[in-house]
């Protein structure tokens, strides 16, 4: 199987962001059962015909789908992180981002609604799995910018955990808004992690 090249949101015509949001829509608030074309063309105001030209089957846009997990504006960019702090400041805002995926409901819904369905599709699984390469990379970058000195290795197998850490702790906040306090689990997350990497204290 060819890998699809990686699918850039702000470069999409805007026909093909409003299918995509269309779709967002009906997964974080109707569920995976509720996306069909159908609904994505009722919703989107755009033919059926244009969404299987821009996405090919249900399985392309599962996959542009996954994409817009990771390249979500509702909790901003890394690469906005990545490009304009330095050092333990780059490492604190990228802990902060992460505190925003991990508490973004909608966010959490659509990746919860996506993972059963990915497991089953080998398309939408090599999808996953290459985003969460790509976020490793990233989040092994941005958690590198701290004192610690560790080696590429180490610090991959950090952003491995701390990725499982956001989602985690995002499922048990979806599990249980009115009883889980995110923000005193994450505030351990980030003394935990802080003092792997040496961070300055507050």
Same mark, same amino acid.
């Given at each position: 199987?060819? $890998?699809?090249? +990686?699918?850039? &949101? $702000?470069?999409? %015509? =805007?026909?093909?962001?409003?299918?995509?949001? #269309? #779709?967002?829509? &009906?997964?974080?608030?109707?569920?995976?059962?509720?996306?069909?074309?159908? /609904?994505?063309?009722?919703?989107?105001?755009?033919?059926?015909?244009?969404?299987?030209?821009?996405?090919?089957?249900?399985?392309?846009?599962?996959?542009?789908?996954?994409?817009?997990?990771?390249?979500?504006?509702?909790?901003?960019?890394?690469?906005?992180?990545? /490009?304009?702090?330095?050092?333990?400041?780059?490492?604190?805002?990228?802990? !902060?981002?992460?505190?925003?995926?991990?508490?973004?409901?909608?966010?959490?819904?659509?990746?919860?609604?996506?993972? %059963?369905?990915?497991?089953? !599709? +080998?398309?939408?699984?090599?999808?996953?799995?290459?985003?969460?390469?790509?976020?490793? &990379?990233?989040?092994?970058?941005?958690?590198? /910018? /701290? =004192?610690?000195?560790? !080696? !590429?290795?180490?610090?991959?197998?950090?952003?491995?955990?701390?990725? *499982?850490?956001?989602?985690?702790?995002?499922?048990?906040?979806?599990?249980?808004?009115?009883?889980?306090?995110?923000?005193?689990?994450?505030?351990?997350?980030?003394?935990?992690?802080?003092?792997?990497?040496?961070? %300055? *204290?507050?």
């Amino acid at each position: 199987m060819n $890998a699809r090249p +990686p699918l850039h &949101i $702000a470069e999409l %015509p =805007p026909t093909a962001r409003r299918i995509l949001a #269309a #779709a967002q829509d &009906i997964l974080a608030e109707r569920g995976y059962a509720e996306l069909t074309m159908t /609904a994505i063309a009722q919703v989107s105001g755009v033919n059926r015909a244009l969404v299987s030209y821009y996405f090919g089957s249900k399985a392309g846009l599962l996959s542009a789908l996954v994409e817009t997990l990771f390249q979500n504006p509702d909790v901003g960019l890394v690469e906005e992180i990545r /490009a304009t702090s330095e050092g333990a400041e780059r490492t604190a805002a990228f802990l !902060d981002w992460q505190r925003r995926v991990s508490s973004n409901e909608r966010v959490n819904r659509m990746l919860y609604e996506l993972l %059963p369905h990915a497991l089953r !599709d +080998p398309e939408v699984r090599a999808r996953f799995a290459e985003e969460y390469r790509v976020y490793r &990379i990233v989040d092994a970058d941005c958690l590198g /910018a /701290a =004192p610690a000195e560790l !080696d !590429d290795e180490q610090l991959e197998a950090l952003a491995a955990v701390s990725i *499982a850490v956001v989602e985690g702790l995002g499922i048990q906040r979806a599990l249980d808004p009115e009883g889980f306090d995110h923000e005193r689990a994450w505030r351990a997350w980030v003394e935990v992690v802080g003092r792997y990497l040496a961070l %300055p *204290a507050g």
